[in-house]
């Protein structure tokens, strides 16, 4: 038998998806039937699949040991390294510059260096996370941006926040905001782009549409130009909607792909130029709590930006940031 007291980060859980956590090699079936005949309970008692777990609630498997996480885990994060670029740090959340070509979670072709390594080994070194005192939370990230693209990505420390941060992000009470270089210059200095995005998973690719359809969804994409030269603009860019590919695919549909784009754009002619990944930047995050945020209240109305975006430093300088 083992049992489990449930600290703060795996309050508010069904007593299943815990389970689930703490024993992953015991089949979902017989994992019911365990909890139906009273060999999994919850302060001695009998509970339900369904049974919400407090901070301090005590959970009691019966169950054998082979069920169970093994006593000494290898940590793979600690195959990363802990070097991080950190725009924003506090008890409750982390704002990570990330960089192009580095992605943020493991893939099939890459397992060992990723954003979320860096970021539990960093807080591992720091003795903020030790996986020996969580029986099922790591700290994770809120948002993700593609492996090409750069910039701030929100990583929780504990499971409060990941769930506040996961719910205004959902409700768009948090602000991201873009820097670009695209071929060409819009016709318009400011618009708002509308269309319907399709995706084709075998291609990992997105298309425009014109008209709906039932595998379309709709997005919108607002751009400001801020400055043009040698048929380049630099633009921010606002996402009224998070699709796949938005920015990229938005502004190639109608003429103007990102400098480096290898999906969308003109890759061989832009690696003349020294550009390999795609000239995007997520710099600015802001937080517009509309409803109440509980512990991380104290981020509303913050704004936090990334102290250089490299290439538009290098095509347009520094006067671009006048006009942010």
Not at 243 to 258: F, N
Request: proline share 3%; net charge positive; glycine share 6%.
């Amino acid at each position: 038998m083992k049992s489990f007291v449930i600290g703060k980060n795996d309050a508010g859980q069904r007593l299943d998806k815990f389970v689930c956590k703490v024993c992953p090699n015991l089949p979902q079936t017989l994992m019911y039937k365990y909890i139906r005949t009273k060999r999994i309970k919850v302060n001695s008692k009998r509970a339900e699949i369904n049974t919400r777990l407090f901070e301090g609630d005590t959970v009691e498997a019966y169950i054998n040991d082979e069920f169970f996480i093994p006593a000494e885990p290898k940590y793979d994060f600690l195959n990363a390294p802990a070097k991080l670029n950190i725009v924003y740090e506090d008890e409750n959340i982390l704002l990570v510059d990330k960089k192009q070509g580095l992605l943020v979670h493991p893939d099939e072709n890459e397992y060992r260096d990723t954003l979320i390594g860096r970021i539990q080994h960093y807080l591992y070194d720091k003795g903020e996370y030790d996986p020996t005192e969580e029986n099922s939370f790591k700290p994770q990230l809120a948002n993700r941006i593609d492996r090409n693209t750069g910039g701030i990505v929100i990583a929780a420390k504990n499971a409060q926040a990941l769930r506040i941060i996961c719910e205004k992000i959902k409700n768009r009470e948090i602000d991201k905001r873009y820097l670009t270089v695209v071929h060409g210059t819009p016709k318009k200095a400011v618009a708002t782009l509308s269309g319907y995005l399709e995706k084709n998973e075998s291609k990992n690719k997105v298309y425009l549409l014109k008209e709906k359809t039932d595998s379309a969804r709709t997005i919108k994409t607002r751009y400001k130009v801020l400055q043009s030269k040698n048929g380049l603009s630099l633009l921010e860019i606002e996402l009224l909607t998070g699709r796949t590919h938005q920015i990229r695919a938005h502004l190639a549909s109608i003429g103007h792909p990102l400098l480096g784009d290898g999906k969308y754009g003109k890759l061989a002619t832009d690696k003349k130029l020294g550009f390999d990944k795609q000239a995007l930047y997520s710099y600015k995050l802001s937080f517009y709590f509309n409803t109440d945020a509980g512990i991380l209240n104290y981020l509303n109305g913050k704004t936090f930006t990334v102290d250089e975006v490299w290439f538009a430093d290098k095509l347009f300088g520094e006067d671009y940031k006048k006009k942010l």
